[in-house]
Every structure is written in structure tokens, then in C-alpha cells.
């Protein structure tokens, strides 16, 4: 599956945004699961936040919970990332991503393919 990930821009701290991933190939549905990824410049990636295949469970980084909310929408083949009340801190290329299947649930942390970023930055 090719994933192509868009919707970034520039926004003001307390703005929103979403992000969108379109998949190419199989189903996403058949993939373990699948997730979104930010990496800023000198620091680790790090998981924001994935939903399961089996369950649509969800899991997010404690940095954005209770402000960003994954969804997919299995008809259209993507996964969709809310992002409300923004923060200069959640600037970062922003990957959307699979998990290895049986990767540790929900850990968020074992992503095996993913493709161009999109880049979000939050002024303050």
C-alpha cells in the first residue's frame, strides 16, 4: 500500500487542522493498523496517534490527547487526523503510516511503511 499524506500548512497557535492520508493498493482495512508519525528537527519521532484494524481502537501520545482525534473512513481508503487547540510544540513533518503487524497495541510506536510527510507548523 502507497500512502500519501497532506493537508499540512501553517497555523496559528489555538488553530485547528486535518490531515488526510490516501492509500493506494489494498485495503487499509487489512493492515494491523495504521497511524500517524511527526518528526521535528532534533528530536525523536515520535507516535501521535493510530487506530486498530480489528476494533477501530484508537491511541494517542499523552501530548495530544483530548486534542487530536484519529478516524478512517474504510469506503474512501483514508485516515483522517483532527488536530484542535495547536501548539508551537506540535510543529513537525507529519507521516501517515502502518503498523507491523502484531506490533504492540497500543504503543503507536512500531510503524513498517509510511510516505511523504506533510508539514505542519504552528506559529505562536
Known amino acids: 500500500v502507497q500512502l500519501q499524506a497532506s493537508g499540512g500548512g501553517l497555523v496559528q497557535s489555538g488553530g485547528s487542522l486535518r490531515l488526510s492520508c490516501a492509500a493506494s493498493g489494498p485495503s487499509l482495512d487489512y493492515k494491523f493498523g495504521i497511524g500517524w508519525f511527526r518528526q521535528a528537527p532534533g528530536k525523536e519521532r515520535e507516535g501521535v496517534s493510530c487506530i486498530h484494524r480489528t476494533d477501530g481502537s484508537t491511541a494517542y501520545a499523552d501530548s495530544v490527547k483530548g486534542r487530536f482525534t484519529i478516524s478512517r473512513d474504510n469506503a474512501k481508503n483514508t485516515v483522517y487526523l483532527q488536530m484542535n487547540s495547536l501548539k508551537p510544540e506540535d510543529t513537525a513533518v507529519y507521516y501517515c503510516?502502518?503498523?507491523?503487524?502484531?506490533?504492540?497495541?497500543?504503543?503507536?510506536?512500531?510503524?513498517?511503511?509510511w510516505g511523504q510527510g506533510t508539514q505542519l507548523t504552528v506559529s505562536s
Open positions: 503510516a502502518t503498523l507491523i503487524e502484531g506490533s504492540s497495541w497500543p504503543d503507536c510506536a512500531d510503524f513498517g511503511s
